[in-house]
């Protein structure tokens, strides 16, 4: 089956703070895709990046990177110096072959 | 540059009551779904579609009605609305030209039932 866990519901952390959300994910599938996405307290969903199974370099933009372990089947996304902007529900997601989404986790950034 | 487009934005219902949850898309994309999103569960499938004329059920379809007869619209019913179906709804529009589909979501609708 596949599935994606977010065991963090809820994460408190204060500004310039580094934080890592964890996305542990199952799959049978040799080749695919893992997305991040973005909900901020407005609703809409956001798209912030998608990881081909092949490659396991992180990824770095800015203040985000992510990190991708086949070997652990984790993709987790860290955001450096966090800002009170950053505060949103955050989604992994899998999209075999439907998108399947974790159940989110809040982020709150307090100054 | 639309994107996704939802309509309704909110609304209220009675039990018993229809309507629907309309959703468009500019982007000649094939693929497209309907996601509710409740407190703790992420978003769940409802309906999704392959194209015109293709529909096929997500993991939550019981109480919903899809159709899709053109490529830009693929709108939502609720036959028969219960307290169990207030939810935030979400279009989304699926770019698979490029392998890893990225999805586009609509701002969503926020659906009461009471």
């Known amino acids: 089956a596949q599935k994606v866990t977010q065991a963090q519901t809820e994460i408190s952390v204060v500004e310039k703070e580094d934080v890592t959300l964890d996305c542990v994910y199952e799959?049978?599938?040799?080749?695919?895709?893992l997305f991040w996405y973005k909900q901020p307290p407005s609703g809409e969903l956001v798209f912030l990046i998608r990881?081909?199974?092949?490659?396991?370099q992180n990824e770095i933009s800015g203040r985000y990177s992510w990190n991708f372990q086949k070997s652990t089947s984790s993709f987790n996304f860290t955001i450096t110096a966090s800002q009170v902007v950053d505060s949103a529900v955050y989604f992994c997601?899998?999209?075999?072959?439907?998108?399947?989404f974790g159940a989110g986790t809040r982020l709150a950034v307090h100054p | 540059n639309a994107g996704v487009t939802q309509t309704p934005k909110f609304q209220v219902l009675k039990t018993g009551q229809s309507m629907t949850l309309q959703c468009a898309q500019d982007?000649?994309?094939?693929?497209m779904s309907w996601y509710r999103q409740d407190p703790g569960m992420g978003l769940r499938l409802i309906h999704y579609?392959?194209?015109?004329?293709?529909?096929d059920q997500g993991e939550v379809p019981n109480g919903y009605n899809v159709s899709r007869s053109t490529t830009e619209d693929f709108p939502l019913r609720l036959l028969s609305a219960a307290p169990s179906q207030t939810s935030v709804y979400f279009c989304?529009?699926?770019?698979?030209?490029?392998?890893?589909?990225?999805?586009?979501f609509g701002a969503g609708t926020r659906l009461s039932v009471l």
């Open positions: 989304a529009s699926t770019d698979r030209s490029s392998g890893g589909a990225i999805q586009y």
């Open positions: 799959t049978r599938d040799t080749t695919y895709y």
């Open positions: 997601a899998l999209p075999l072959p439907k998108l399947i």
């Open positions: 579609s392959v194209g015109a004329g293709i529909t």
């Open positions: 982007m000649n994309h094939e693929y």
């Open positions: 990881r081909n199974s092949f490659d396991e």
